[in-house]
């Protein structure tokens, strides 16, 4: 399994991916707003690869491998993300999504309230706001819909988003340490 922002998956890599025997694949997608998916991931034309690698999968082998999409709940999509459910669902290439819930970004020094910085606060999802979407894609999972967390993670959001303090680790992020991304 690989997670990916998709943006150096372009025809040649998606063939050496697949020669690889890679089984499962994740996509990030925040957004099917092009322009809005891109600024949150910090890259232009990141949302065309996406797409273009679900292609690439589904064009140029018999066996693709599974694809799965990844999307974080923020305060600047998350108006979108019923929408990118109904997506995934309809989509029969790609076989499930699954929400995170927007945390401190790893480059900035920790900081329990990091959601109220002036850099950040667009991050922050509105609890209300939030807790009616997440009310709506528990709905929306109990119909069947290919969301793969379950209805009590997703209520455990609702809970994140309006009150933070309260799942404030204590211990620091294993990122460097256990575990590690390659950009």
Same mark, same amino acid.
Request: glycine share 4%.
């Given at each position: ?77 998350? $108006?979108? @993300?019923?929408? !990118?459910? +109904?997506?995934?669902? =309809?989509?029969?290439?790609? *076989?499930?999504?699954?929400? #995170? ?30 807790? $009616?979407? @997440?009310?709506? !894609?528990? +709905?929306?999972?109990? =119909?069947?819909?290919?969301? *793969?967390?379950?209805?009590? #993670? ?30």
């Amino acid at each position: 399994t690989m997670t990916t922002n998709g943006f150096l998956i372009d025809k040649e890599m998606a063939g050496r991916v697949i020669d690889s025997g890679l089984d499962t694949l994740g996509l990030s997608l925040d957004s099917l707003k092009e322009e809005r998916h891109d600024l949150l991931r910090g890259v232009k034309g990141v949302y065309k690869r996406i797409m273009e690698t679900i292609n690439y999968f589904d064009k140029y082998t018999s066996v693709p491998p599974q694809i799965f999409i990844t999307s974080i709940i923020m305060g600047i999509n998350a $108006c979108d @993300l019923v929408e !990118l459910a +109904e997506w995934v669902n =309809i989509n029969k290439r790609v *076989n499930f999504i699954y929400f #995170q819930a927007v945390m401190q970004p790893f480059a900035m020094p920790e900081d329990d309230n990091w959601h109220t910085d002036e850099q950040c606060k667009f991050l922050w999802p509105d609890a209300d706001k939030a807790s $009616c979407i @997440l009310d709506q !894609l528990i +709905e929306l999972k109990k =119909i069947g819909y290919k969301i *793969n967390n379950s209805a009590a #993670q997703l209520k455990a959001f609702k809970a994140y988003f309006k009150n933070p303090r309260q799942f404030i680790k204590k211990t620091k992020c294993n990122l460097g340490f256990n575990s590690f991304t390659v950009l």
